[in-house]
């Protein structure tokens, strides 16, 4: 169904409007929502422009999708009571939303146990329900079911392809998916929203490496979507055959969200003779797309926009549930606008990422973002000696390190079955004893955990080790027995 409403044709072509656009020109994407599937088109959106109370989406959008969901969606409604509010006090201001509790995991999970298979969250009848995603469940707390309807597909489709667009992306083009379309969102995603910009898409996860490279020569890909050590594996393989990777012909590297230095981009994009592009997603639909800058420009890093009429996505103080300032980091918390089969709202994603403010990012756009190659997981934690170790705060340090290029992490008992920590690093040629002896020694400030630490030069060695599809591949392997 098409709205009359919607209206793409007066998008400016750069992303989002910039600060001196007319009104009648700023990008509004998706605006309207049929009202829990009777037809009634409702306003959503009147702007894209974050107010600057409310910097993370478009407020109107959001609260008119709220008040709609509250009456609609026992979830929400039971999100209410638990953050004490009515529907009305929630949306009162910016300040008042921030006391609405974050949908978890465990709310999502639990909802759906009561109801199978989709919650008591579904808005649409189940006939309309087109497309199920389930996130990966590799934490162990079960898997999330998420679903759209057919046209939330529609939207979400348009509304991905427009962030394609803003990195290059169009007919012209040839993508080689090396993500499996399978039960997750990721892969089949993607497909749709590549397909919606035109391009021709080469569904090559299913095939060997050896496979996906001929295929790559073979219709002239342009764009290879993959995990970052999967880009990796790929260089290393067409470099055995031969060929550098660099005379492929891919121009664009998409890569999927993790903590990447900025050393690996830089040699990366020499490597290949490409420019990196990062995107940000999750099963519960909560997405950012690097813009035209990609993931590094000029020496600093880029940025993952969002669309501000598509999503409001909030980064909050993890310990006060605040907003945190320009250039902050904090728990990312997302809401999609334009999902009327699962509205959700605040949905905890667990990533811990730095706020880029309207109109921060050098590219001008005055959509919101977060920092590219700079997202961690905040839950992750391991206790090693009895000592709390954080991941993030580890990499944290480790990425800080100019001749750090890459790291593993491996928990292990020795023969004594003493508890120990082997922290592998892919060191810049020519560094060696004194990085490690060097890295060893903050670590053990920071964490107050001893850390063997060996540093490895091979970088193509390294990258067979550690290639795998996994969406977000683990750096860190905990083999000790009963945990
Ligand atoms: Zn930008």
Not at 312 to 336: I, K, N, Y
Request: glycine letters at 10%; hydrophobic letters at 35%; proline letters at 6%.
């Amino acid at each position: 169904m098409v709205h009359p409403s919607e209206d793409h044709g007066h998008a400016p072509s750069g992303l989002g409007a910039r600060a001196g656009d007319q009104p009648h020109q700023v990008a509004r994407g998706c605006q309207v929502l049929r009202d829990g599937g009777r037809g009634e088109a409702l306003p959503l959106s009147r702007a894209s422009e974050p107010s600057a109370a409310f910097a993370f989406g478009d407020w109107q959008g959001l609260t008119a999708s709220f008040v709609r969901a509250a009456r609609e969606s026992p979830f929400v409604a039971a999100q209410l009571e638990r953050s004490g509010l009515s529907a009305e006090q929630a949306v009162a201001n910016p300040p008042a939303w921030s006391r609405l509790r974050p949908t978890r995991k465990h709310d999502l999970i639990a909802d759906q146990d009561g109801a199978p298979p989709y919650g008591s969250r579904r808005c649409v009848p189940a006939p309309e329900i087109s497309l199920v995603v389930e996130s990966s469940g590799s934490t162990g707390k079960g898997r999330e079911v998420h679903y759209l309807s057919r046209d939330d597909l529609g939207r979400s489709s348009r509304a991905w392809a427009r962030y394609l667009e803003e990195m290059g992306i169009g007919a012209e083009d040839v993508v080689a998916l090396t993500f499996p379309i399978g039960m997750a969102g990721g892969g089949v995603r993607h497909w749709y929203a590549y397909v919606e910009t035109g391009a021709k898409v080469l569904r090559v996860g299913g095939l060997s490496s050896e496979r996906k490279l001929d295929a790559i020569r073979y219709y002239g890909a342009t764009t290879l979507v993959a995990t970052p050590a999967y880009v990796d594996r790929l260089a290393v393989i067409c470099a055995e055959s031969g060929c550098p990777p660099g005379e492929l012909g891919i121009r664009r590297l998409v890569v999927a969200t993790q903590s990447l230095s900025a050393e690996w981009i830089e040699e990366t994009e020499r490597l290949w003779g490409a420019k990196l592009f990062e995107w940000y997603g999750t099963s519960a639909g909560i997405a950012a797309f690097c813009c035209r800058l990609g993931m590094a420009a000029d020496g600093r890093r880029g940025t993952l926009h969002w669309n501000p009429a598509v999503a409001a996505q909030e980064v909050v103080d993890p310990r006060s549930g605040d907003p945190v300032a320009d250039g902050q980091r904090g728990e990312l918390l997302g809401t999609p606008l334009i999902n009327e089969a699962e509205p959700l709202f605040r949905v905890s994603t667990g990533d811990e990422v730095r706020f880029v403010a309207p109109r921060s990012c050098p590219c001008g756009s005055n959509w919101p973002g977060i920092e590219s190659g700079t997202v961690r997981r905040l839950d992750a934690m391991f206790k090693v000696k009895g000592i709390n170790v954080w991941p993030a705060q580890v990499e944290a340090t480790l990425l800080e390190d100019r001749e750090v290029l890459d790291y593993r992490v491996r928990i292990y008992q020795d023969g004594g079955k003493r508890e120990r920590v082997r922290l592998e690093v892919l060191a810049r040629p020519g560094h060696g004893d004194e990085l490690a002896e060097r890295v060893s020694r903050t670590l053990q400030g920071e964490t107050g955990i001893s850390f063997e630490v060996v540093a490895n030069h091979d970088r193509e060695r390294w990258s067979q080790a550690t290639a795998g599809e996994a969406a977000k591949a683990s750096r860190w392997v905990d083999e000790r027995i009963g945990t």
